[in-house]
């Protein structure tokens, strides 16, 4: 019995196989901080400092009123 195959199977099977590949190449890479605080607190710098970069006019916000 040959099934042919469609190119949903194909694109599960090939994206099935990328992300695994990935998850290898990710763990293989990355490490653990020695100091997990310090890491999560340069994180926040970097973050930060990119956020501020990125100028929103008012408008963009929309306007809430806030009742208790």
């Not at 599960?12 to 310090?38: F, I, K, M, T, Y």
Request: hydrophobic share 40%; proline share 4%.
């Amino acid at each position: 019995m040959s099934r042919k195959m469609t190119r949903r199977d194909l694109a599960a099977v090939l994206s099935s196989a990328a992300g695994a590949a990935a998850l290898r190449a990710q763990d293989s890479q990355s490490s653990q901080p020695e100091d997990l605080n310090a890491a999560a607190r340069e994180q926040n710098r970097k973050h930060s400092e990119a956020m501020a970069k990125v100028d929103l006019p008012i408008s963009t916000e929309p306007a809430f009123q806030f009742k208790a």
